[in-house]
């Protein structure tokens, strides 16, 4: 029997996150038939991990414009467009009622990880009919069982949460570090603190390594918990010789509500509630009823005994199971070759990084796409709304739509302010919390989260900002000083 016309074979989504599900809904506005592969138990089982967290991008930059339509066939009630959702909100309010959809719920699949992805019948090497031969999909259920897929293309998808940056020098692990890991004296990139994760930091020695907002976010957790729990110990790393990059511009600030959040950190640290030590390198962990890490300093090796360890350090993309597709990646952030220059995190923040689509991810083997939180590689710039522009500019390609894939249909608002931004302050003076803080890549999510209080009704319309350089500047890292 002859093999099927690539062209009817479905499109893979890896990734039944935010991106993932708009992938899905704009590749059946174009007449596609998506399927959807989720490694998790259900739907956006990323998002529900840090469901804790409060966005920083309010509603209405949240919701794919093709996913409203299929909700909206359905009599979905739309949340409060100025509202900044938490995580778990994100869920409960829009991922799941548009995965659960007539026409997305048969086809996802869950507990089904991607374990490897090439072109039926020859891998990265042979060239012939290649771009005419459909992809090999091939997945794991939950019980191991194998499985493999044929498609006409792939839109990859699966973010970077489960790949979180090492501890350890140079991007590589600290000796002892997977050991620690595995017996969870390393904690989540983003535990919930002063909640469902309270019992892990009670009471005990936390290390939070990393300079980024996350830390910050978490830092300040650790120190509400701390005014309840008096025996909890916080201590604070960073490689660079001063954490100005976290505190931000402080009564400088254009925005007096981060402004104040970094005061809030200073404080901390200059109270002695929170124990700052810089210039602090891991090269190893050592585990037993706790864990001590080992560190090269300016002052010599030191070693801290603390029960846990919070790595707030950022993430990269696993490219473990894209070994036999042709990719073209840039030899820094490791995202699509012709974004990577757009993003680099040395040279640009969220602000200076244009709208994009198809032609700038794609790769030598064509129809295949990274998209997403995974599309930006390391850089920690990535924008939710950003990522639903890639997908409705890929699924028009695949359809033979040029002239839409081209368009740029997303204008993001000027902002000023999506490379920075902490948390919220207290509406101590009749005001109330305003939300302001931008996660500084450490998430790895498919969407813009960071470390907000619940949001009260009297507050402003939130811009939407990023998982930006905590800096404020257009050009990135390369406009900080790293030493004194």
Same mark, same amino acid.
């Given at each position: ?45 990323? %998002? ?28 979905? =009630? @739309? *949340? ?11 869920? /409960? ?21 991607? %374990?490897? %992805?090439?072109? @039926?019948?020859?891998?990265? #090497? ?7 031969? *459909? ?6 259920? /939950?019980?191991?069982?194998? #499985? ?8 990859? /998808? ?27 004296? %390393? ?13 892990? $930091? ?54 007096? /509500? ?22 602090? #390198? ?18 010599? *090796? ?12 950022? $993430? ?30 040395? $040279?640009?923040?969220?602000? =200076? ?14 129809? $295949? ?33 040029? @002239? ?29 919390? #305003? ?9 790895? =999510? ?39």
């Amino acid at each position: 029997m002859p093999a099927a016309d690539p062209s009817t074979l479905p499109v893979a989504v890896i990734g039944a996150g935010p991106v993932g599900l708009a992938a899905a809904a704009h590749l059946l506005a174009r007449g596609l038939e998506p399927i959807v592969f989720e490694a998790g138990p259900e739907p956006a089982s990323a %998002v529900n991990a840090w469901g804790h967290i409060r966005l920083f991008s309010p509603w209405r930059y949240d919701i794919d414009p093709a996913a409203r339509a299929l909700l909206e066939s359905t009599g979905w =009630t @739309e *949340p409060d467009l100025d509202r900044l959702p938490t995580g778990a909100e994100l869920v /409960a309010d829009y991922l799941a009622p548009l995965a659960a959809t007539p026409e997305l719920s048969g086809r996802i699949r869950t507990s089904t990880r991607v %374990v490897a %992805v090439s072109r @039926e019948g020859m891998d990265r #090497t042979r060239s012939h009919e290649r771009e005419t031969t *459909p992809f090999l999909v091939r997945v794991a259920d /939950a019980q191991g069982a194998v #499985t493999d897929h044929r498609v006409r293309a792939v839109i990859d /998808a699966s973010g970077t949460w489960h790949t979180p940056n090492p501890l350890g020098q140079a991007g590589l692990p600290a000796t002892g570090e997977a050991a620690a890991r595995a017996a969870g004296l %390393v904690t989540s990139p983003l535990p919930d603190v002063t909640g469902r994760d309270r019992a892990e $930091f009670a009471g005990r020695r936390v290390l939070v390594v990393g300079a980024g907002h996350s830390a910050a976010n978490t830092l300040l957790a650790l120190a509400e918990l701390r005014a309840e729990e008096a025996d909890t110990r916080i201590s604070w790393a960073i490689r660079s010789a001063l954490p100005d990059a976290v505190y931000g511009g402080e009564d400088q600030d254009g925005l007096p /509500a981060r402004g104040a959040l970094g005061a809030r950190l200073r404080a901390l640290v200059e109270s002695g509630a929170v124990e700052l030590h810089t210039e602090f #390198t891991i090269t190893g962990l050592e585990s037993g009823d706790g864990v001590t890490v080992h560190a090269d300093t300016p002052a010599g *090796p030191v070693a801290l005994e603390v029960d846990r360890v919070v790595p707030t350090t950022g $993430f990269r993309p696993d490219l473990g199971m894209l070994r036999e597709v042709r990719l073209a990646l840039d030899p820094v952030v490791e995202a699509p070759r012709e974004l990577g220059p757009l993003i680099d995190p040395e $040279f640009h923040s969220c602000g =200076t990084v244009p709208p994009h689509g198809a032609r700038l991810l794609a790769h030598p083997d064509p129809d $295949f796409y990274i998209v997403g939180m995974k599309s930006y590689g390391r850089a920690p710039t990535f924008l939710m709304a950003t990522g639903y522009e890639q997908v409705r500019s890929i699924a028009a390609a695949l359809a033979g739509d040029r @002239e839409a894939a081209e368009r740029v249909e997303l204008v993001l608002p000027e902002t000023g302010v999506c490379s920075a931004g902490l948390g919220s302050v207290d509406g101590d003076e009749g005001g109330c919390d #305003t939300p302001d803080c931008a996660d500084s890549g450490d998430s790895g =999510t498919d969407a813009d989260a960071a470390c907000c209080p619940p949001v009260s009704a009297c507050c402003p319309p939130a811009a939407p900002v990023s998982l930006g350089i905590p800096t404020g500047t257009a050009h990135g890292r390369s406009g900080q000083r790293s030493h004194a």
